[in-house]
């Protein structure tokens, strides 16, 4: 007589059981048919929302600190914000909708255009005004670093917290430490985005 799985009951043939494949497989087949039927509504996508910004912003004060302002919802999904802007006072906010550990990934684009200068960029990830994670590079003078002639560059910074779904959020700083030497030099940061996703619910 066949016996039954302990976590599912999946039916299977045990020694002894008459050798009918074809009935076993069926059985099994359809068992596992009429479970997906029971436990499909308990099933939900993750929860994942990407915010970004699309208009440049320039730098040009010696240790300028901008928090990153959003103003595109690009994905959101299962309602992981329930409202966008999150915070219409602050735009640099970004509030999960439901408690749990969430997993932020921010990007910064910048591109200088200004005079040729050394600068030192960094940005963090922010939760509630604490710092999550930080990531800086020291870019040397080169030949592409002048007004209209500076390549991309980008800053990538990730990390995570538990976060209680109503008043926590995470926000992005962009910061640049220029040489002093160089007044007139500035930098643009003409894109930005942040993905951030549930990895649990409490």
């Known amino acids: 007589m066949p016996a039954n799985t302990p976590n599912r009951a999946y039916p299977y043939s045990v020694p ?10 069926q059985a099994l087949a359809e068992a596992i048919d009429q479970d997906l039927v029971t436990i499909a509504p308990t099933i939900r996508a993750r929860r994942v929302a990407r915010v970004s910004r699309s208009t440049p912003v320039s730098f040009g004060t010696i240790g300028t600190a901008r928090n990153v302002e959003w103003d595109t919802l690009d994905v959101n999904v ?10 219409p006072g602050a735009t640099f906010q970004v509030t999960p909708a439901f408690p749990g550990y969430w997993i932020a990934v921010g990007e910064i684009s910048y591109t200088p255009i200004s005079s040729a200068f050394s600068p030192i960029v960094y940005a963090t990830l922010d939760l509630n005004w604490s710092n999550v994670a930080r990531f800086g590079r020291h870019t040397d003078t080169e030949a592409t670093d002048v007004v209209g002639g500076g390549e991309a560059r980008m800053l990538n910074v990730a990390g995570g917290r538990l976060m209680n779904g109503t008043t926590d959020y995470f926000h992005m700083v962009a910061t640049i430490l220029r040489n002093p030497a160089i007044p007139n030099a500035a930098y643009s940061m003409f894109g930005a985005s942040m993905t951030l996703w549930q990895m649990t619910q409490s």
């Open 16 to 25: 002894g059981d008459a050798a009918e494949v074809a009935p076993a497989i």
């Open 78 to 87: 299962g309602g992981a914000l329930t409202v966008f802007p999150t915070n």
